[in-house]
């Protein structure tokens, strides 16, 4: 069975402050691994993918992610966090049957 | 070229009327994916789609909801005699493959309110 879990519902972090939204996995086969971002209101945005190669991914604005394969992770990072950045961020994994298994999600607010 | 359209953005419905949500994919998609954001929970998968046929339907309720993706035209979740607990937002996303290292486009998503 294919599960993601997002340990943290909520991260507060000041803004300019490093940001971390953790992510774990458990996968039967190779992990494809996606994170989106979900503003009130608004649907999905992509942010970034890992399916293999290198295990730091750069993503969509400034957001970066590590897959690291011992820990079963895949933490999405930004050095400095924005206002704007104040959303509800997703991790997930792509399974045999091009389906989505999701997290429960984490809401990030970066205080000005 | 515009995103995945899906439409109406809001949709209140009485218990016991039918709900239908409508769903444009991508220029050029052909797979058509169906999932529903309970309040404070994340997303969950209910149905992929290609054209004319059901691929997966292993997260449809079993018996009200159902889906289809017609040659011409675009994907419609339908949900008979909608209860309260089917209140949920409702999101299609579209993809051009199938393949491992595709992403998924996303609509704004349909708001079901059921009174």
């Known amino acids: ?112 | 070229n515009a995103g995945v359209m899906q439409n109406p953005r809001h949709l209140v419905r009485r218990r016991g009327q039918e709900a239908r949500l409508r769903c444009s994919p991508m220029k050029g998609h052909s797979h058509v994916y169906w999932y529903r954001q309970l309040p404070e929970e994340g997303l969950k998968f209910m149905v992929y789609l290609q054209k004319e046929n059901i691929i997966d339907e292993s997260g449809m309720p079993k018996e009200r909801f159902s889906a289809e993706f017609p040659k011409e035209g675009p994907s419609i979740l339908r949900i008979q005699q909608v209860v309260r607990g089917d209140s949920a937002a409702y999101f299609c996303a579209s993809s051009r493959e199938t393949g491992g290292n595709t992403e998924a486009f996303f609509g704004q998503g349909t708001r079901l309110t059921v009174v």
Do not use: M
Not at chain 1, 15 to 26: D, H, I
Not at chain 1, 78 to 107: I, Q
């Open chain 1, 1 to 112: 069975a294919q599960s993601v879990a997002q340990p943290e519902d909520q991260v507060n972090v000041a803004e300019g402050n490093p940001l971390t939204v953790k992510c774990t996995y458990s996968v039967s086969g190779n992990p494809y691994l996606f994170w989106y971002v979900q503003y009130p209101n608004r649907g999905l945005q992509f942010l970034l993918k890992y399916i293999t190669g290198d295990n730091l991914v750069k993503g969509s604005y400034g957001f970066e992610a590590e897959f690291n394969k011992s820990q079963t992770s895949f933490h999405l990072k930004k050095p400095s966090a924005l206002v704007s950045d104040s959303a509800l961020y997703f991790c997930a994994n792509k399974a045999a049957g091009n389906k989505l298994t999701f997290g429960g999600g984490t809401r990030v607010l970066v205080k000005p």
